[in-house]
Nanobody, 123 residues
């Protein structure tokens, strides 16, 4: 099983980034894929989740309207489009897979995790 994130980096406040999560080794159509983030000194936070099989999505309320999760089922890949980034979005972002499939922002519901990728927003 592999989940590999890419697309992170340094961006100025107000800018955009698109993260990718390429998955393999498990039945993509039977899982939900979530994005999580953890800032220094803070708890891990669920960001968004998608069920690629039917397109159902869920977002943490505070990020609705700025972040968009989507999937390319032919590529077993999930994306996180992040717009109008703020300094408080700085964190390590990880994708994870949850069997079900039902949307969930609970980290404990996710069995498989990527290694994480740094996103830094400069003000």
């Amino acid at each position: 099983v592999q989940l590999v994130e890419s697309g992170g980096g340094l961006v100025q406040a107000g800018g955009s980034l698109r993260l990718s999560c390429v998955t393999s080794g498990f039945p993509f159509d039977r899982y939900a894929i979530g994005w999580f983030r953890q800032a220094p000194g803070k708890d891990r936070e669920g960001v968004a989740c998608i069920v690629p099989n039917d397109g159902t999505t869920e977002y943490t309320e505070s990020l609705k309207g700025r972040f968009t999760i989507s999937s390319d089922n032919a590529k077993n890949t999930v994306y996180l489009q992040m717009d109008n980034l703020r300094s408080e979005d700085t964190a390590v972002y990880s994708c994870a897979a949850s069997p079900g499939p039902l949307v969930t922002l609970a980290a404990s519901d996710h069995d498989y995790w990527g290694q994480g990728i740094q996103v830094t927003v400069s003000s």
